[in-house]
């Protein structure tokens, strides 16, 4: 709390971090643990120039100032001038005066076209990265465990100096090693130019024959959206896609584009509607499609949308207080129920002042 304020605090919060880091040298972080995988379905553009930076904040939801003062990766979203969101990203700091947005290939493009709208006449590259595409790490036990907030597993991640050592040791060939921005539960993103020396270790696991299969099923358990097919453009607002509980926008930067609505349900209102996880009782039919309508299976009210399955975990666009409420949901004919992820806040904070009003 005083670290940043007082030198002498600064210096003893060191000290305790090398001890705590030596006596963590003593255990192994076996590799055999993690799944390793390529998320095909995400591209980057480079945005490149001494103005890119001013020029993105005026962009994102999120303050780029996190990203000057030392972070390497941070996450956040773009906006329609109508503040319903163009597509999630996550932008990387490579140098002074470049950075890297990943974004779903789908969306490419349209946020290419975006970037390229705004920039005027201010000095700037945007272009698009072929030779570079994007990994993810992560612990293979927590997708039977990550519903557990005091799992060893999570614990580790949470706290752990040695686990950030090895994956950076491991993975030193990567142009960038970040953590996930969003959720520690979430593992590490690699940026790699030479998929090689990734698939040479086969202590890794990885699933060659459905990508990104393991690692969208702990996204879906952990009820987080990722891409156009959990956000379709132009649809959600950044607080329905739990934005500002992924630590993905700033409510104290300057204006930006879609600002506006943004603002006005964070300040004016409960968000009524978010991501929420579902779990199925059952095997869902093989020909669901996105969209298709959560119900509460005691009266078959409407209670919201899904956006996608893998397995019996999927994800859907849900009315909060109801869907929590209901004995049960049903989707595709199949039973199921939803919960509150363990890593949103135990209290909207404007749930919080409407009470404290009261």
Known sequence: ??????????????????????????????????????????????????????????????????????????????????????????????????????????????????????????????????????????????????????????????????????????????????????LAELGYRLIVSSEDELLKDPKLSRDNQQPSRLYRQLRYKLGVGEGAADMPPGKCIPLEANCDFLHGVSFHKGCYIGQELTARVHHTGVVRKRLMPIVLNSEPPEDFMPGASVENALDNKALGKLCGLENKNGLALLKVSEALSAPALRLLNVSGFTKKPSWWPQEAPKERMIEKDM
């Open 1 to 182: 709390m005083y670290a940043g304020k007082y030198p002498v605090a600064r210096n003893i919060q060191a000290s305790f971090k090398a001890v705590f880091r030596r006596q963590l040298s003593s255990q192994n972080v076996n590799l055999t643990n993690y799944s390793i995988e390529k998320l095909e379905g995400r591209g980057l553009l480079r945005v490149h120039g001494k103005e890119a930076s001013t020029f993105l904040q005026g962009l994102v939801t999120n303050d780029m100032r996190h990203l000057e003062e030392g972070a390497q990766s941070m996450y956040t979203m773009f906006l329609n001038i109508r503040g319903r969101v163009i597509c999630d990203t996550v932008i990387y700091k490579d140098d002074n005066d470049t950075f890297l947005i990943e974004a779903d290939k789908e969306v490419e493009t349209t946020l290419q076209k975006h970037l390229k709208m705004y920039r005027v006449r201010k000095k700037i590259d945007i272009d698009t990265i072929g030779d570079l595409s994007v990994w993810v790490i992560f612990l293979k036990s927590l997708i039977e465990n990550c519903d557990n907030k005091y799992s060893q597993e999570k614990q580790s991640i949470n706290d752990s100096d040695m686990e950030h050592d090895f994956i950076l040791k491991t993975f030193q060939q990567s142009k960038i090693v970040s953590r996930d921005p969003r």
